[in-house]
């Protein structure tokens, strides 16, 4: 069982920064994917991007490959996500998910178990 709490969403001006943070707890030791994702009210649910808790491999959404980096520190067991550049359009929900079996980032929803309640992302033009 694994809980996950993000954080760092709010209002931000295009051209701002923010950094995401999610929290994990509960047996995380054998947690091997974490991805990101986003959505927008009235839109499909977008991947982010993810990253392996064991190889550091990540895979980014090339829409925000150059903005959005994701990375983590296991001994904080928190994975981030950068956000640069930002812009109106990457308005939207923004939410960590994991998976323990995966060994290899995903970017399908239904791979990941486990998942946060999400935090709102903000861009004002």
């Known amino acids: 069982q694994v809980q996950l709490v993000e954080s760092g969403g709010g209002l931000v001006q295009a051209g701002g920064s923010l950094r995401l943070s999610c929290a994990a707890s509960?047996?995380?030791?054998?947690?091997?994917?974490v991805g990101w994702f986003r959505q927008a009210p009235g839109k499909e649910r977008e991947f982010v991007g993810a990253i392996t808790w064991g190889g550091s491999r990540t895979y980014n959404r090339d829409v925000v490959k150059g903005r959005f980096t994701i990375s983590r520190d296991n001994a904080k067991r928190t994975v981030f996500l950068q956000m640069s550049s930002l812009k109106p359009e990457d308005t939207a929900v923004y939410y960590c998910a994991a998976d323990e079996t995966l060994v290899y980032p995903s970017s399908r929803a239904g791979d990941y178990n486990y998942w946060g309640q999400g935090t709102q992302v903000t861009v004002s033009s």
């Open positions: 509960g047996r995380t030791g054998s947690t091997y994917v």
